[in-house]
């Protein structure tokens, strides 16, 4: 199994969000590197769910990865802000995996996280704008351990 942090913004979609609905796609990623991490989850997999944009930002929960492999269907969408004129059915440009509610935590912030990881993890870099990124396996067990870094 793979650990994996996927980012979104609480007033678009939040932790809360996910468990009311209990299911839901990771649509409209558009970099290609977030995009080729999704491409590397697998049937199982954990992620974190991580509040961005907020005051404060940080981990709100986690969720699992229940199918891999996705056409995002948005960048089909001409009405979607994720629409790619250059996507078409034979041959996507952008995929997503969908995952499932697991459980909400109370937040743990990034300055609480910042200890946790390494210095060059993406999530504590400046300037990160990743959606999708790996997290370690020593540090999401001691997450999950403890719903912390302490």
């Not at 041959?91 to 697991?102: G, I, L």
């Not at 609480?112 to 396996?137: E, I, Y």
Request: hydrophobic share 35%; proline share 11%.
């Amino acid at each position: 199994m793979a650990y994996w942090l996927l980012k979104s913004e609480p007033q678009v979609y939040s932790i809360q969000d996910l468990e009311r609905e209990g299911r839901a796609l990771w649509d409209g990623v558009r970099n290609y590197q977030a995009r080729n991490y999704l491409l590397r989850m697998q049937e199982g997999d954990l992620c974190f769910f991580y509040h961005s944009s907020t005051t404060p930002p940080g981990i709100a929960g986690l969720c699992r990865v229940v199918r891999t492999g996705l056409p995002d269907p948005t960048q089909f969408d001409p009405e979607s802000p994720y629409f790619d004129p250059k996507a078409t059915r034979e041959k996507p440009r952008w995929y997503t995996v969908e995952v499932a509610f697991v459980e909400a935590w109370p937040l743990i912030p990034l300055e609480a996280l910042r200890p946790c990881f390494p210095q060059d993890h993406p999530l504590v870099r400046r300037g990160n704008r990743l959606s999708v990124m790996p997290v370690p396996q020593e540090v999401a067990e001691r997450l999950i351990a403890r719903r912390g870094c302490r």
